[in-house]
């Protein structure tokens, strides 16, 4: 299959994951352009938005060049996010492959080859099983989202295990939306991470608090949002 230039790609960079279970893990960020949904907060939008625009039509070679040119050897983490990166599932597959023929060349120890970790808002199902962490982050009522719109499988069952569920909380009225997803997914309470809605430091800040209260009460984790902390707004970090 030949390496087109279809992929789009709004921002590629180095930094450390901000937030979930990987919280802290230096990572390449890989974000795709396009979104299928529109948060009313979204802290994105320039990755889906028309009046950004802000993508370039990248081949696969280009994309894993761009990501090996961060240190040069693989050993990274690698996060596929958006807007919704499962809208471009077979060119994260044809990126992949690239990351890993370089691997097979550098003829890696197991701890020293890439991991793959997505972002997702639950609306597409994830088709590939090479992934070592899927963060699904369905959207409330908080974003402007009804009806509801996380698929009943957005993920093979069998990826259980490398599956956590991120919630960006606005305050208690939000738990009804929450509780209500658990209990028709199955999804166990140590699954779940809470996060607060907040676009600047001070935000973030001043509404951790309570949401740290919702992870006691309901038995979640709290997730920093450590781009926010240590950034604020800024985009690209
Ligand atoms: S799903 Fe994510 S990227 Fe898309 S509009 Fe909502 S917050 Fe933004």
Same mark, same amino acid.
């Given at each position: 299959?030949? /390496?087109?230039?279809?992929?789009?790609?709004?921002?590629?960079?180095? &930094? +450390?994951?901000?937030?979930?279970?990987?919280?802290?893990?230096?990572? =390449?960020? +890989?974000?795709?352009?396009?979104?299928?949904? *529109?948060?009313?907060?979204? /802290?994105?939008?320039?990755?889906?938005?028309? /009046?950004? !625009?802000?993508?370039?039509?990248?081949? !696969?070679? #280009?994309?894993?060049?761009?990501?090996? $040119?961060?240190?040069?050897?693989?050993?990274?983490?690698?996060?596929?996010?958006?807007?919704?990166?499962?809208?471009?599932?077979?060119?994260?597959?044809?990126?992949?492959?690239?990351?890993? $023929?370089?691997?097979?060349?550098?003829?890696? &120890?197991?701890? %020293?080859?890439? *991991?793959?970790?997505?972002?997702?808002?639950? *609306?597409?199902?994830?088709? %590939?099983?090479?992934?070592? +962490?899927?963060?699904?982050?369905?959207?409330?009522?908080?974003?402007?989202?009804?009806?509801?719109?996380?698929?009943?499988?957005?993920?093979?069952?069998?990826?259980?295990?490398?599956?956590?569920?991120?919630?960006? =909380?606005? %305050?208690?009225?939000?738990?009804? /939306?929450?509780? !209500?997803?658990?209990?028709?997914?199955?999804?166990?309470?140590?699954?779940?991470?809470?996060?607060?809605?907040?676009?600047?430091?001070?935000?973030?800040? $001043?509404?951790?608090?309570?949401?740290?209260?919702?992870? #006691?009460?309901?038995?979640?984790?709290?997730?920093?949002?450590?781009? +926010?902390?240590?950034? &604020? %707004?800024? !985009?690209?970090?």
């Amino acid at each position: 299959m030949p /390496d087109r230039e279809n992929i789009k790609v709004c921002e590629i960079f180095y &930094s +450390v994951q901000g937030e979930g279970i990987n919280a802290g893990v230096p990572s =390449v960020f +890989v974000r795709l352009f396009g979104c299928n949904l *529109t948060c009313d907060w979204c /802290d994105t939008r320039y990755s889906w938005h028309r /009046d950004f !625009a802000r993508f370039e039509k990248m081949s !696969a070679r #280009k994309v894993a060049d761009r990501i090996c $040119a961060f240190g040069g050897l693989p050993g990274k983490n690698i996060v596929f996010t958006g807007g919704e990166p499962a809208l471009q599932q077979e060119a994260i597959r044809r990126i992949r492959k690239e990351l890993m $023929a370089r691997r097979d060349h550098f003829s890696l &120890s197991p701890e %020293d080859q890439f *991991t793959f970790e997505l972002e997702t808002n639950g *609306t597409r199902r994830i088709e %590939d099983d090479f992934w070592n +962490v899927i963060n699904i982050s369905p959207k409330l009522q908080n974003a402007g989202q009804q009806p509801y719109p996380v698929l009943a499988h957005c993920f093979p069952r069998e990826h259980h295990q490398k599956t956590w569920w991120k919630f960006v =909380v606005e %305050d208690e009225k939000d738990m009804d /939306d929450i509780l !209500a997803l658990l209990k028709e997914h199955h999804i166990s309470p140590h699954k779940v991470l809470l996060m607060p809605q907040a676009q600047t430091r001070d935000e973030l800040i $001043a509404a951790s608090p309570a949401i740290i209260e919702l992870c #006691k009460q309901y038995g979640f984790r709290f997730s920093p949002r450590l781009h +926010v902390f240590i950034y &604020s %707004d800024k !985009a690209g970090v």
